[in-house]
């Protein structure tokens, strides 16, 4: 398997199960995990984008510390795939648009939480390596997604 082929898998799985786990190590230096829901973008194989509250203490803990992983799971666990990279915290307008059109029917939970505030940013996690698992089959890989690597 290659880089385009692990982006593949990225894509299919998002299709999928639709969401994923955002590990990431708030103010005190604990890990933390949050339920996200993640997408690619057309034309942009080298990052997910997902969306948050500008308000809400992971954004913080983002400035802080922009390290994150990403768990991805296949809905019957035979796939598993972790994501190492960078986010950024974007506040484009047609970037939100774009993300709006691609999982703006998946965000309800989202919604829910946030329904004081309609506001939003984008977190754009660059992609630097993934480890895709097999569990059934003994498939273990790792892959450089760095961009130009």
Do not use: C
Request: hydrophobic share 40%; no cysteine.
């Amino acid at each position: 398997m290659n880089k385009q082929d692990v982006l593949r898998k990225i894509e299919s799985i998002l299709e999928d199960a639709g969401t994923g786990l955002l590990a990431m190590i708030d103010s005190s230096g604990y890990p933390r995990m949050r339920w996200m829901t993640p997408s690619l973008l057309k034309g942009n194989n080298q990052a997910l984008y997902a969306v948050t509250s500008p308000n809400f203490q992971k954004i913080k803990d983002l400035e802080k510390n922009p390290h994150v992983e990403w768990m991805l799971q296949s809905p019957s666990l035979s796939e598993i795939l972790t994501i190492n990279g960078r986010i950024n915290i974007i506040d484009n307008p047609s970037l939100k648009l774009e993300i709006l059109e691609n999982i703006g029917n998946k965000l309800t939970m989202f919604w829910r939480v946030n329904s004081k505030n309609d506001s939003f940013v984008v977190l754009e996690t660059v992609m630097e390596s993934a480890f895709y698992f097999v569990p059934m089959k003994g498939i273990v890989e790792t892959f450089n997604l760095k961009v130009g690597e």
